[in-house]
């Protein structure tokens, strides 16, 4: 088993372009979740997929969007970048009838935005 | 959103035991709470998790007051290896919303 699995593992973008980081999740698993994380913090929710659709989104702007596709695989877009927007990247994966939803996180994508 | 707090660090002597403390009070009343570590470059890795009762597992023990709005992960015997920082974290009001701790980075001393 993989487990989780983020691709690319590190991106330099310049202000004002838009990037798309994808994961694919644990076998198994339908649910996926996005979080940033900036450094020295823990990591913000971003918000959640399942069965192809947002269930769940954190406090983050429009900027942010994503896909979940019918594979479980998801990709986080980010449009007009903005330097507070270098941070890592983590996609968690879960079971939505798990009785306690263990997330399984995978490396996370480093963004730096210039 | 209110916070879910932790201290910033604490430091431990390798082989003795670790209690880390966490307040939740925004975690739901009828999630469950979990607590996570990071280890550097890698992503979160779960350690266990507990719904009111204290749990115990082969990595640690989850202690939960009876108010739940607080827990503390206990490390019985601390090695080099659990040198990493700690999450509390749970889902807030009954929605699918998750909400991590402020962490807490445990140094361990040989």
């Known amino acids: 088993d993989a487990g989780v699995t983020q691709s690319p593992t590190h991106l330099i973008k310049t202000r004002g372009q838009q990037v798309t980081l994808r994961c694919s999740p644990k076998?198994?698993?339908?649910?996926v979740s996005w979080y940033q994380q900036a450094l020295g913090q823990g990591p913000q929710f971003i918000f959640q997929?399942?069965?192809?659709?947002?269930?769940q989104r954190g406090n983050f702007p429009d900027r942010f969007s994503g896909h979940q596709f019918p594979n479980y695989s998801s990709e986080l877009n980010v449009n007009a970048l903005l330097l507070g927007d270098s941070a890592l990247y983590l996609c968690?994966?879960?079971?939505?009838?798990?009785?306690?939803?263990?997330?399984?996180f995978g490396p996370g994508t480093r963004l730096t935005v210039l | 959103d209110a916070k879910t707090t932790q201290p910033n660090s604490m430091e431990s002597n390798e082989e003795e035991p670790v209690h880390l403390p966490c307040n939740h009070s925004?975690?739901?009343?009828?999630?469950?709470i979990h607590w996570y570590r990071q280890l550097p470059s890698q992503g979160p890795e779960y350690v266990i998790h507990?719904?009111?009762s204290n749990v115990n597992n082969r990595m640690a023990s989850l202690a939960i007051a009876e108010d739940r709005k607080s827990s503390t992960l206990i490390l019985h015997r601390a090695t080099l290896r659990d040198a990493a920082v700690y999450y509390c974290g749970g889902t807030t009001s009954g929605t699918y919303k998750y909400i991590f701790g402020t962490g807490t980075r445990l140094k361990v001393l040989a």
């Open positions: 076998s198994g698993h339908d649910t």
């Open positions: 507990g719904l009111t």
């Open positions: 997929y399942y069965e192809e659709e947002e269930r």
């Open positions: 925004t975690i739901s009343g009828t999630d469950y």
């Open positions: 968690a994966s879960s079971i939505t009838s798990g009785a306690y939803n263990e997330q399984f």
